[in-house]
């Protein structure tokens, strides 16, 4: 049983920065895919970004250039560098780990980029 819980969320002026935070609980960390997902209202969840247990990055085409994923396996922690943010970034973020058919959610953090 794996528990991800997310911190780094607030509020946020249009070009201004975040950094997110994943803290999972559990054992074998490093051998879970992890990534980042958001949900803006009225839209459906979408990957941001990922970072495999080999550490092969992917972003969504909207966030390239200014998101970075990371991992530190030693601290159980993934991270997500949030720069240059716009307003239609704002959105709850979760984080999520797979592995095999197994797959667990964090309950999110809300962030909002408003001047």
């Known amino acids: 049983q794996v528990q991800l819980v997310e911190s780094g969320g607030g509020l946020v002026q249009p070009g201004g920065s975040l950094r997110l935070s994943c803290a999972a609980s559990g054992t074998f960390f490093s051998l879970y895919d992890m990534g980042w997902y958001r949900q803006a209202p009225g839209k459906e969840r979408e990957l941001v970004a990922g970072i495999t247990s080999g550490g092969i990055r992917n972003y969504a085409d909207s966030v390239k250039g200014r998101f970075t994923i990371s991992r530190r396996n030693g601290e159980n922690t993934v991270y997500l560098q949030m720069n240059s943010l716009k307003p239609e970034d704002t959105a709850v973020y979760y984080c999520?780990?797979?592995?095999?058919?197994?797959?667990?959610w964090g309950k999110g953090t809300l962030v909002t980029v408003s001047s």
């Open positions: 999520n780990a797979q592995r095999r058919s197994t797959t667990y």
